[in-house]
């Protein structure tokens, strides 16, 4: 499958080759209305597997979104939301699976979700662990025409975003591919050092900054 930079009506067309933010976290520093990460592409074709990683790094206790894959027939179409310390809920097409962890507070965590679309199975791997396979949306086929935000929660299209389930912390690590991976390729995530290209990922991670939020070292 191939996958094209996301054009911003008004901006130049001419692309540059997306930034390697290894060794780099976004920081989003106080919760707000706005404030988020726009990743530049989308897919050229609907998705019947993905896998999506990443590593957070808050002390939030409340609900807050991660990774926020929204069309305009489905706001929740892929979502990677933590109602609580010690649950994370993976959405695919509006319907969520949930998976308990070890609580923790102003700690790193680094979390992967998988989908497959024939089978419905959904993997789970905290901090490098395959947690119990669950399952969701068999048949299912997710939208091409999306808006990818990380830090804010999508309720319609590209906003409607909720300031109480905003992200504040450190952000880094965000891969997405169209296939399933496998535990060693997780771990190969965590230490962006990949075996398998993903279809963006922190060593070509093609973004806009919204709001206040700031990429540091």
């Given at each position: 499958?191939?996958?094209?930079?996301?054009?911003?009506?008004?901006?130049?067309?001419?692309?540059?080759?997306?930034?390697?933010?290894?060794?780099?976290?976004?920081?989003?520093?106080?919760?707000?209305?706005?404030?988020?990460?726009?990743?530049?592409?989308?897919?050229?074709?609907?998705?019947?597997?993905?896998?999506?990683?990443?590593?957070?790094?808050?002390?939030?206790?409340?609900?807050?979104?991660?990774?926020?894959?929204?069309?305009?027939?489905?706001?929740?179409?892929?979502?990677?939301?933590?109602?609580?310390?010690?649950?994370?809920?993976?959405?695919?097409?509006?319907?969520?699976?949930?998976?308990?962890?070890?609580?923790?507070?102003?700690?790193?965590?680094?979390?992967?979700?998988?989908?497959?679309?024939?089978?419905?199975?959904?993997?789970?791997?905290f901090n490098g662990k395959a947690w119990p396979r669950?399952?969701?949306?068999?048949?299912?086929?997710?939208?091409?025409?999306?808006?990818?935000?990380?830090?804010?929660?999508?309720?319609?299209?590209?906003?409607?975003?909720?300031?109480?389930?905003?992200?504040?912390?450190?952000?880094?690590?965000?891969?997405?591919?169209?296939?399933?991976?496998?535990?060693?390729?997780?771990?190969?995530?965590?230490?962006?050092?990949?075996?398998?290209?993903?279809?963006?990922?922190?060593?070509?991670?093609?973004?806009?900054?919204?709001?206040?939020?700031?990429?540091?070292?």
């Open positions: 499958m191939h996958w094209h930079p996301l054009w911003v009506p008004g901006e130049p067309t001419s692309f540059s080759p997306p930034p390697d933010l290894e060794h780099h976290v976004f920081v989003y520093p106080q919760e707000t209305q706005n404030s988020h990460v726009l990743v530049r592409a989308k897919p050229e074709q609907p998705l019947q597997n993905f896998t999506v990683c990443l590593q957070s790094y808050t002390d939030l206790t409340r609900p807050y979104s991660l990774f926020s894959y929204a069309t305009k027939a489905q706001d929740n179409e892929i979502l990677l939301l933590k109602p609580k310390p010690g649950e994370y809920r993976f959405y695919v097409g509006g319907k969520f699976v949930t998976f308990h962890v070890p609580q923790s507070i102003a700690e790193s965590e680094h979390v992967c979700a998988s989908w497959e679309s024939a089978t419905g199975i959904v993997g789970f791997w669950k399952g969701l949306q068999r048949g299912y086929t997710v939208g091409a025409e999306a808006a990818i935000v990380l830090g804010q929660e999508q309720d319609a299209f590209g906003g409607g975003f909720d300031a109480r389930q905003s992200f504040t912390g450190e952000l880094s690590a965000v891969y997405m591919w169209d296939t399933g991976i496998s535990t060693s390729e997780v771990m190969g995530a965590m230490y962006n050092r990949l075996s398998k290209a993903p279809i963006f990922g922190w060593r070509n991670f093609p973004y806009k900054i919204v709001g206040e939020v700031y990429l540091k070292p």
